[in-house]
Structure formats: structure tokens, C-alpha cells
């Protein structure tokens, strides 16, 4: 009884127990950040002097603050301030406060008033000027609060008498970032304890401070002005006397200054008129300031010397004599204006005498000349350009040749006066410089005329051991007119030395022929005879059509004849079937010439012609036809849409041959389509509707056409540029539903539950990545695969794996074909190896375990950053494959979406008993980025949850694979 009366009990209390646990309520728990101001207060407290508390203050600098603690941060280190009496403290804080008045979210409108209180009472000149600093931040951060901006005006104004430069740099400084023009200035009077108000104007008083004792605060002033001409600011032109003042200064930097301050001013005022000293003449300011500068081409310091240079080639507005003055080291006319035959003979009328001859000097001028006094333009000006291109330091010739480059392109009477000086520097010792003035030398090229004489100086450059220097300067050849046939000899005889000597320069040479023989064809006609040694009775022995020479003289011959069809007459019966070979095997090279009384190849056969396949337009309504009519599969399942897709992939992929302005376009439908393709039969009915283990063959075929379809979707996103947003998502969609196809056929081959529950979950993270990337694009896949999935997905989220791949394969094969819609323009990517050729026979030997050098010359079309993407891949003949990452410094940029590839890749291996076959190509790296989101709820770990995934990395190759013969042999012991 009693045993049972204490179970009762005992049942009782549990009961009440477990009621009061119900019905008390859950705590919260709020979780709080540390505040950094107590922190902050804590440490400053500890510090027992001054070096811990500078420690203290330099840790808490390299830790973030947010924006909700910053106000309670400064007023901490504002009360420490007030208590320091350590300069090098108060310094490190009032640089705080600098750095914390930045902080995004917070508004520092609010401390202005505490700063200018500690400015005020503050004794030491490095901590006035880092406080100065400070409300130069918070100006910058409150450009609208005029109150506030006219108040740190005025503090800059008071302290712009303080003895120290630093103090005073930075209140011109800020003068120069916050100050107006419409905002008149109270500036105390200096030496005087009353404030005596004086309205002056923000530049007054920056202007005065052009002739301060130190050079750093002249610098700082004439800054300054520049920063208030950036605003928008128009500088006043009084200023203009006190900048070419500024340019005989002891000191460089103020000098560099002021060559920036005239050249703004000439910008500015170019056709006021100024009076020149010593004189009754005047000129406009433009002219006297371009003399200025080209005055400063001669500085003691190289800095000042290159800036000058580089600012004389912006001044474009100078006047031509003023400009060629700059060639001619002589002087005009002892710096005088010369008077006229008029002017003297008046004088001399009005003098009422003649010379008698009886004494000496009895007919000199009346005046002396003052030779230092330069009457009409600065002595500097004589001969500028010829001072910097003879310049010692070579950073001043390259400033000086650019310089040429700019004034040359606005003058075409200034561009031949300076082609002796610039063909001249194509002997410089710099290679740098070298480079530059062939590339001055083109972008000219369309204003001048080569004579004999100058056309000799810039071929010897062919002799030159730099390969860029030997490309830029057939690259300059290709357009530079010449005066006579000599002129046309004497080239193709220095490009055939050339090619003798370099024989990696064959396409360059020949490219640069090719555009000679069009420039110049009735140059060329004269010498046709001598150049294909025929003769009018003899018949000639036929040349050899794999000689380099022989094609390039063919090359020049026949783009001359496109313009001139009197040629062919000249041509030997050899020649017609050599011009067949070549307009065959180098269609780039050699024109459609239409010849006399033979059945020649028509521009029709000419691949890349126009006409061949009709004008571009056409080509594009054929390709926009050929689309539409693809369009018209509105299901995968669609019977002869299989052959119609076979049909249009051939059909785009002929047109992508013939017409090459629309090759990336034809190339990338037919790739899509492709994919597209591969899905049709990889979803056939027969593979789906028996029995797993009856298809195990289709479904081996399935799952390699999902690899391929994901293949081509990579190689569409990242070798084709020019795409937009709604084809790159056209893209994604294609990959998505061949991961959907993967995780189908992975289902059917029942490989287990836990790899299955992870691809799911990947699969989901990729539906979410999807719809999350292209947000703005999925009205245009509402009744497509993934449209389907997005409305699907709260349930595909807390549904089986089992269920979900069931509702995959139905929406895959329920799911209608994506139209496809081009943008204006697309381009592939695309590369040729020109080095190595992959015809030699001759193996490249070397001893095994040592590498060997294998030069690689490549040209790359429409790659986006080759620097980082492109690789290099070796494949050795027994299947081993590297890959080499070439230097930024490889790649050239020879013109708009080309790049040019010239690098070294080493070899090495085992000893071979013969030689063999190793191939090379290029690849293209890609990144494809991929996210990650919240758990689906059928996995109750998170242990097979898969780690995110940064990105996809892959290549694809975009070159064709050149073979190489190698052959390592055994060391010799």
C-alpha cells in the first residue's frame, strides 16, 4: 500500500513537472558585438605612458570599425587627446580621426566642430597639419554643406600664416579641393592680433603663395590651382605671368608644376594677346607659352625635361612657324623681327643722310642689342625636338618621338619637316626608342613620302636582331609611300636579305609585299621583266615554287597587277600556273586577278569573296532563314527533325567557310544546334522504354553525349565573345538539361542512395544558381525545361531523389527546343600556329634528360585576356601531355582584337631508338563560377552535403595540332 501511494505521489509530481516545463516560456538569447569604444576606453586606460598608449592606438588601427561604433570611437580618442601631452600621440589620434571620418554609414558632419576646437588650441606644427588633414577628409566626404565647407575655408585661411611648410602645404591643399570662386575669403591680416577682414578671391590666394621661401609650399600653391582647374574652376589669366616666372625656379618639382600651370593656361586663353619683354611687339599667349615650354626641353633635371616634351605635344593649337622653329637649332634673326625694305628705306629717308664712307660704323644702328633679351620667341624653341631626340636620358627621346607623333598628325607640312628626325632615330642605341619611332613613323605614314635616301636609313633596320623591331618595321612599309621604282627595288632586295636571314619572318615579309604591290603598281610594272627574269624570245627556266624569295617576289607582282592589267601580259606561261597554285595555298596573299584568255578562278571560287555567296546581307538572311525554319520543332520528339537539324548544321557550317564576316556566327548556331541534336537522340523513345538492364549500350551512348553536350556549352560561353545576357542564359540552359540528362542516367544505373541524394542536391544548387544569374531573362524560358523546374522547385526542394528523377526525365522529354536569337555581332576565338610549321623532316635532337627550346609562333583573333587564358599544350608520343602557362611579356598586341603569341616552350625526355611525332597546340582556360544554396530536406546531415565549388575549370583547344619530329638520344657516358 505504501509502495503504491509513493508511485501515485511520484506520477503526480512528474505530471506537474512536466506541465510547468510547458508553459514556461523559451529564454531568448541576444547576442551582442563587443563595443569597440569600450575597448578602445579600456586599453587607453591601462597605458601607463605614452609609447603604450602610441602601442595601443597602432593595434586598434589595423582592426575594422562599424559604422554604428565610430561616434563612440572618437569621442574616446577625442577625451585621451585632450589629456595627452605626447606630440607623437595627439598625432597618431588626429590620424585616426581621418581614417574613422571615411567609414561608410557614418555621418562626420558631427565632429567638425571638435576638430577645429583641438586645431585652435593645439601648439605643435606636425599634429596642426595632420588635424588640417583631417578636415580635409571631412570636407571631401560633405561637398554639399556649404556651411560647413565655408567654415574649413576660413580655418585654412587663419592657418595659412603658420611657420611650418607642412601646416601651410595643406591648407592650400584643401583651399584647393573645397574652395569656390563665387565664395569671397576673410583672411587675417599677418602680424596683427585684430582680424581685419579683406574679401579676396580663392585664387589670390593660392597665387600668393607662388613666391613663398620654401619650394615645397610654392609646389603645394601652384597644385593647388591645377586641383581647382579639375573641378571646373576657370583659372584667372593674371596668374599666367607668375607660372613662366615659376619656370626658372631654383627647384624641380615647382618647375614641373609650372609646366602645367602655362600649358593649362594656353588651353585656356590661347588667343589672348601678350606683350613680349623688352619690346613693342605682341603675340598671342599660345605661342608664347608653347616657346616657354619647349624652353624647358633643355631643364637640368630629366623629369621636367620628359614632362615638357610630352606637354608640347598636346599644344596643337600653336602656329606653324612657331612649330617648325622647334627643327632648326638656328636662331631667327638675332631673335629680332626683321623690318621690311620699306621700314629701312623710310628710316633712312627720314634721317636725311646717307654714309659717306669716310667713317667708320658712321651708318650702325642707333640701339644696342641686349642678347640675353629675346625679343620674339624663347632661344629654347630653336631647335626643341632636336635637343630631346638627342637627349641623354632615353625616357626623353621616347617623350620627344610621341610628341613628334601628336603635332605631325594635326600638320601635314610639320609631318614632312620632321621625317629626317624621325627616320634618324631609328638608329638609337635604346631598342625602346627604336620601336617608338617606327610606330610614329606609321601612324604618320598617310602625310609623307619616302625619298631613296631615307628609304635606305629605315631598311638597314632589317638588320636588326630584335623580331619586333624587324615586324614593326614591315608593318611601317605596308604603309609608306615611295617615290620611285628604285625605291620599290631597293625594298624587295633588303626583305629578300631579310628572309635569308630570317627565315621565322616569312609571313611578316610576305604580308609587307603584299601591300607594297598595291600601293605602288606602276612602280612595279617597269620591273616586272628583271623580276620574273623572262625574256621576249628565250624561254626562261622555270623557278622553283618552294623557294621563299620566288613567292615573295609573286606576291608583289601579282597585288600589283589587280590595279594595273596591262601586267599579265608580261607574265610567262609558268607564271599563270604558279598564280593558280598560289590563289589556292595563299588566299590571303594573293587578289582574284581576272586574266587575258584564260579560264581563271573567279572572285565567285575565291574563299572569303563577297560575291561568292552573295553580299553580307544575304548570308545573314540565309543564316536568320536557316534559324527560323529550326524554330519550327516545337518538340524533341518531332518526327524529321532530326534530319532537319543534320541539314542546317551542314548548311551553317559551309556558310561559316565562305563568308567570313559571318564565320563566329555560323559556327555558334551550328554548335547549339548541335547540342540540340545530341539530346534528340540522346532522349529516343527505345531507350526509355525497356528495361534498364536491356539498355545498358544506349544508355552508354546517352551518357557520352550528355560529356559532349556539356563540352560544346563551354566552349559556346567562353570561345565566342560579343554574346549578350539572353544567349548566355540560352547557354546555361542547354548545360542544365544535360546535367539533368547525367542524373537521369546516373538514377538508371543504380549506383546507390548516398551518391544519388549528393548529385541531387548539386542538381537543385545549380536550378537556384540558375534562376538567381539570369533573373531578367526568365520570362523568355517560361515554357522550357527550366522554366518547368522553377515553378516545380518548392516541391522538387522536399521531394525524394527517386521522385525527382522521375520528374526530371518526363520534364526532359516533354521540354520543346530553344529558339535562338543572335545578337549584331559574334567572334570566335581562334589561333594559328605559324612556328613551328610541322613540314620540316629534319628532327629536333637533344640529349635526353636535358630540355630543349622550341619556339612557338602564334597568332590569336578575338581572345579576351591571352595573358591569363591561353596555354600552351605538349603532347609527347606516348601520351604523356604538359602544359606550359606562357610570360605576359610573350604576347604583342599588333592591332584590334589581334594578339600575337611568341614564346619558348622547353622539351624533355627518355631516349627514343627513333624519332617520333610530338604535337602542339593551344589552349583556351576557362572559369565557369558556380554557388551554392540552402539544404533540400530530404538530407537530415549535412555530412553528404557536397563543399561549394568556387569554380569549374576546364581548357578547350582553339588551334589545330601542329606535329613536330623530336628525337632524344642517349647520353654519351
Not at 575 to 592: E, K
Request: aromatic share 6%; charged share 25%.
Amino acid at each position: 500500500m505504501a509502495a503504491h501511494l509513493k508511485r501515485r505521489v511520484y506520477e503526480e509530481f512528474s505530471k506537474v513537472v512536466q506541465v510547468s516545463h510547458e508553459e514556461a516560456p523559451a529564454k531568448k538569447l541576444r547576442l551582442s558585438k563587443p563595443s569597440k569604444s569600450a575597448a578602445l576606453h579600456i586599453d587607453l586606460c591601462k597605458a601607463s605612458n605614452s609609447t603604450d598608449a602610441l602601442q595601443y592606438l597602432l593595434q586598434f588601427a589595423r582592426k575594422p570599425v562599424e559604422a554604428e561604433s565610430v561616434e563612440g570611437v572618437i569621442r574616446i580618442l577625442l577625451e585621451h587627446y585632450y589629456k595627452e601631452t605626447d606630440n607623437s600621440v595627439r598625432l597618431k589620434i588626429a590620424s585616426l580621426l581621418g581614417l574613422l571620418s571615411k567609414t561608410q554609414g557614418f555621418s562626420c558632419d558631427c565632429i567638425v566642430d571638435e576638430a577645429i576646437n583641438t586645431l585652435n588650441n593645439e601648439k605643435s606644427h606636425q599634429v596642426v597639419a595632420q588635424l588640417m588633414d583631417t578636415l580635409l577628409v571631412i570636407g571631401s566626404h560633405l561637398p554639399e554643406n556649404t556651411a560647413i565647407r565655408q567654415k574649413l575655408i576660413e580655418v585654412a585661411c587663419k592657418h595659412l600664416s603658420d611657420t611650418y611648410f607642412g601646416v601651410r602645404n595643406k591648407c592650400l591643399e584643401l583651399l584647393g579641393c573645397l574652395g569656390t570662386v563665387d565664395t569671397p575669403l576673410n583672411k587675417a591680416s599677418e602680424g596683427q592680433g585684430s582680424v581685419a577682414a579683406m574679401v579676396r578671391d580663392v585664387q589670390s590666394v593660392i597665387s600668393d603663395y607662388f613666391a613663398d621661401q620654401d619650394p615645397r609650399v610654392r609646389t603645394a600653391a601652384i597644385k593647388a590651382m591645377l586641383q581647382l582647374h579639375e573641378r571646373g574652376m576657370k583659372i584667372h589669366q593674371i596668374i599666367y605671368e607668375q607660372a613662366c616666372r615659376l619656370l626658372s625656379d631654383d627647384y624641380e618639382q615647382v618647375r614641373s608644376a609650372a609646366v602645367q600651370m602655362v600649358w593649362v593656361l594656353s588651353q585656356l586663353y590661347p588667343e589672348s594677346i601678350v606683350p613680349i619683354p623688352s619690346s613693342n611687339e605682341e603675340i598671342r599667349l599660345v605661342d608664347d607659352s608653347f616657346g616657354k615650354i619647349s624652353h624647358m626641353v633643355s631643364d637640368g633635371s630629366w623629369m621636367v625635361r620628359v614632362q615638357a616634351a610630352k606637354t608640347l605635344g598636346s599644344m596643337l593649337q600653336v602656329s606653324p612657324q612657331f612649330l617648325e622653329q622647334t627643327l632648326d637649332k638656328k636662331l631667327m634673326s638675332d631673335l629680332r623681327r626683321k623690318r621690311t625694305a620699306h621700314e629701312r628705306a623710310k628710316e633712312l629717308y627720314t634721317s636725311g643722310e646717307f654714309s659717306s664712307g669716310r667713317k667708320w660704323a658712321d651708318d650702325a644702328p642707333k640701339e644696342r642689342l641686349d642678347t640675353n633679351a629675346v625679343n620674339l620667341i624663347a632661344s629654347g624653341a630653336c631647335g626643341a625636338f632636336v635637343h630631346g631626340l638627342e637627349d641623354e636620358m632615353y625616357e626623353v627621346r621616347i617623350a620627344a618621338v610621341e610628341a613628334l607623333s601628336l603635332l605631325a598628325q594635326s600638320s601635314p607640312s610639320f609631318a614632312e619637316k620632321c621625317l629626317d628626325f624621325l627616320v634618324d632615330m631609328f638608329n638609337d642605341e635604346i631598342e625602346e626608342v627604336r620601336l617608338q619611332s617606327i610606330h610614329v613613323l606609321r601612324e604618320i605614314s598617310t602625310n609623307i613620302t619616302l625619298r631613296e635616301d631615307q628609304l635606305d636609313t629605315v631598311l638597314a633596320v632589317l638588320e636588326d636582331s630584335s623580331r619586333d623591331i624587324r615586324e614593326a618595321l614591315h608593318e611601317l612599309l605596308c604603309y609608306t609611300n615611295v617615290s620611285t621604282k628604285e625605291c620599290i627595288q631597293l625594298a624587295l632586295l633588303e626583305l629578300l636579305k631579310n628572309l635569308n636571314k630570317y627565315p621565322t619572318d616569312r609571313n611578316s615579309v610576305w604580308k609587307c609585299l603584299k601591300f607594297l604591290g598595291l600601293r605602288h603598281p606602276t612602280l612595279v610594272l617597269p620591273l616586272v621583266p628583271e623580276l620574273l627574269s623572262t625574256h621576249p624570245y628565250f624561254d626562261t627556266p622555270e623557278p622553283d615554287m618552294d623557294d621563299p624569295a620566288y613567292i615573295a617576289v609573286l606576291v608583289l607582282v601579282f597585288n600589283a597587277a589587280k590595279s594595273c592589267p596591262t601586267m599579265p601580259a608580261l607574265f610567262s606561261d609558268h607564271t599563270f600556273r604558279h598564280y593558280a597554285y598560289l590563289s589556292d595555298s595563299l588566299s590571303h596573299l594573293v587578289p582574284a586577278l581576272r586574266l587575258p584568255g584564260r579560264k581563271q578562278a573567279s572572285s565567285l571560287d575565291q574563299p572569303g569573296s563577297t560575291s561568292g555567296c552573295g553580299s553580307v546581307e544575304s548570308a545573314q538572311m540565309f543564316l536568320q532563314q536557316s534559324l527560323n525554319r529550326v524554330n519550327t520543332i516545337q518538340n524533341l520528339d518531332t518526327p524529321g527533325s532530326q534530319d532537319l537539324l543534320d541539314f542546317t548544321i551542314r548548311d551553317l557550317q559551309r556558310l561559316g567557310e565562305l563568308q567570313t564576316e559571318l564565320a563566329g556566327a555560323a559556327d555558334f548556331c551550328a554548335t547549339f544546334l548541335r547540342c540540340q541534336l545530341l539530346l534528340m537522340k540522346a532522349l529516343q523513345d527505345k531507350l526509355w522504354n525497356m528495361a534498364v538492364p536491356l539498355c545498358l549500350k544506349q544508355n552508354a551512348m546517352a551518357t557520352a553525349a550528355a560529356r559532349q553536350i556539356l563540352e560544346e556549352t563551354y566552349k559556346l560561353e567562353f570561345v565566342y565573345s560579343g554574346l549578350e545576357s539572353r544567349q548566355v542564359a540560352t547557354v546555361h540552359h542547354v548545360r542544365l538539361q544535360a546535367k539533368a540528362l547525367q542524373l537521369v542516367l546516373m538514377a538508371r544505373a543504380r549506383r546507390g542512395l548516398d551518391p544519388l541524394i549528393t548529385s541531387c542536391e548539386k542538381f537543385l544548387h545549380e536550378v537556384e544558381s540558375f534562376q538567381r544569374l539570369f533573373l531578367a531573362e526568365l520570362p523568355h524560358f517560361q515554357d522550357s525545361f527550366a522554366g518547368r523546374l522553377l515553378e516545380l522547385l518548392p516541391r522538387l526542394s522536399s521531394c525524394k531523389p527517386v521522385e525527382l528523377v522521375k520528374i526530371l526525365q518526363s520534364t526532359l522529354r516533354q521540354s520543346s527546343m530553344l529558339q535562338l536569337h543572335l545578337p549584331e555581332q559574334i567572334h570566335r576565338a581562334t589561333a594559328t600556329i605559324i612556328e613551328p610549321t610541322g613540314e620540316s623532316d629534319n628532327p629536333l635532337r637533344f640529349t635526353s634528360g636535358l630540355v630543349a627550346a622550341l619556339d612557338i609562333d602564334a597568332t590569336l583573333e578575338h581572345v579576351q585576356d591571352p595573358q591569363s587564358r591561353v596555354k600552351v599544350q605538349v603532347v609527347y608520343p606516348d601520351g604523356q601531355a604538359h602544359v606550359i602557362q606562357p610570360k605576359p611579356g610573350d604576347f604583342r598586341k599588333p592591332g584590334p582584337h589581334r594578339h600575337r603569341l611568341i614564346t619558348q616552350v622547353y622539351l624533355s625526355h627518355t631516349a627514343w631508338t627513333e624519332p617520333c611525332q610530338m604535337e602542339v597546340r593551344l589552349l583556351l582556360a576557362y572559369s565557369s563560377s558556380s554557388s551554392s544554396s540552402s539544404k533540400p530536406s530530404w538530407s537530415n546531415s549535412t555530412d553528404a552535403l557536397p563543399p561549394p565549388e568556387a569554380a569549374t575549370e576546364g581548357t578547350i583547344p582553339f588551334s589545330k595540332a601542329v606535329k613536330v619530329f623530336i628525337m632524344p638520344k642517349p647520353a654519351r657516358r
